[in-house]
T-cell receptor
Framework: QQQVKQSPQSLIVQKGGIPIINCAYE??????FPWYQQFPGKGPALLIA?????SEKKEGRFTISFNKSAKQFSLHIMDSQPGDSATYFC??????????????FGKGTHLIIQP | ETGVTQSPTHLIKTRGQQVTLRCSSQ?????VSWYQQALGQGPQFIFQ???????GRGNFPPRFSGLQFPNYSSELNVNALELDDSALYLC?????????????FGPGTRLLVL
């Protein structure tokens, strides 16, 4: 299975709070897990990515936690701001025999940060 | 360094027609991937091009085809358009085809099929 399941579908958090978005995958061959942010009318923009050999990665206010045994990973946004309001997608990929590494995306989380 | 660009930004076609979408990859990137994003959904992988050849394909029928040119730019062609082909078509470029190298997305082309 190539599926990536993402939750919640939507999330409302007060400014300064820590929204958490969760993803689960089935294919143990996945070896690259990025998170993308998308604003209306724009293409997805890479936020942060992790590989399964580490359990946590931080870049600025964004943190990925990765649990290889549970096949789950999550995005935390510290000190959230109204400008973080967007749709967030988790994704995963693997290299098929050295060939293509197309991303499999979750269905997205619509995040609203209230002032 | 220029980012990924796509043209046109919007397009309206009727069922049964053919459409060509274009993508210029980010400077220094040699791999281009195409995705279809239906409204309210995550992008779905259509196919990837590397060294001017299709390098892998998602679950899309043969009427979705593509090209990559020597300057690494790419085209997505869709024949016999169906109403369900209405979506945002995204192009992403990366510097290598191996091991999940970072893919950078363009702004997309919004296709409406009537």
């Amino acid at each position: 299975q190539q599926q990536v399941k993402q939750s919640p579908q939507s999330l409302i958090v007060q400014k300064g709070g820590i929204p958490i978005i969760n993803c689960a995958y089935e294919n143990t061959a996945f070896d690259y897990f990025p998170w993308y942010q998308q604003f209306p009318g724009k293409g997805p923009a890479l936020l942060i990515a992790i590989r399964p050999d580490v359990s946590e990665k931080k870049e600025g206010r964004f943190t990925i936690s990765f649990n290889k045994s549970a096949k789950q990973f999550s995005l935390h946004i510290m000190d959230s701001q109204p400008g973080d309001s967007a749709t967030y997608f988790c994704a995963a990929s693997w290299t098929e025999g050295g060939g293509a590494d197309g991303l499999t995306f979750g269905k997205g989380t619509h995040l609203i940060i209230q002032p | 360094e220029t980012g990924v660009t796509q043209s046109p930004t919007h397009l309206i076609k009727t069922r049964g027609q053919q459409v060509t979408l274009r993508c210029s990859s980010q400077s220094g990137h040699n791999t281009v991937s195409w995705y279809q994003q239906a409204l309210g959904q995550g992008p779905q992988f259509i196919f990837q091009y590397y060294r001017e050849e299709e390098n892998g394909r998602g679950n899309f029928p043969p009427r979705f085809s593509g090209l990559q040119f020597p300057n690494y730019s790419s085209e997505l062609n869709v024949n016999a358009l169906e109403l369900d082909d209405s979506a945002l078509y995204l192009c992403a470029s990366s510097s290598s085809v191996f091991r999940g190298k970072t893919q950078y997305f363009g702004p997309g082309t919004r296709l409406l099929v009537l």
